[in-house]
């Protein structure tokens, strides 16, 4: 059975810095792609990084300018995302999510067919 447990949220003024991590189990070989998703109430949940465990290839909401960072180990099977210069706009509840699926964009919600229960991110100002 595939669990994913996300950890690491938590409160934080604008400018700071907090480090998710997502800790995987139960995924089959085939479920190369992790990716981190937030949403904030009143608006859909939307992809800000992925990954894939193979290569080791990252994917970025564009308008992040580099703010975040996504990166795996895979000897712990953990997912991580590095947030800095935090903005009140990041506040939103982050989810980790697996898929196994190719050739869909690694974006996309309908890509990932596992998700965690979500750990909330507060930025005030």
């Known amino acids: 059975q595939v669990q994913l447990v996300e950890s690491g949220g938590g409160s934080v003024q604008a400018g700071g810095s907090l480090r998710l991590s997502c800790a995987a189990s139960g995924l089959a070989v085939s479920t190369d792609t992790m990716g981190w998703f937030r949403q904030a109430p009143g608006k859909e949940r939307e992809c800000v990084a992925a990954?894939?465990?193979?290569?080791?290839?990252?994917f970025y909401k564009t308008a992040l300018n580099g703010r975040f960072t996504i990166s795996r180990d895979n000897a712990k099977n953990t997912v991580f995302l590095q947030m800095n210069s935090l903005k009140p706009e990041d506040t939103a509840v982050y989810y980790c999510?697996?898929?196994?699926?190719?050739?869909?964009?690694?974006?996309?919600?309908?890509?990932?067919?596992?998700w965690g229960q979500g750990t909330q991110v507060t930025v005030s100002s």
């Open positions: 990954i894939t465990w193979s290569a080791g290839s990252t």
């Open positions: 999510a697996a898929s196994n699926k190719i050739g869909l964009s690694v974006m996309l919600t309908k890509t990932y067919d596992y």
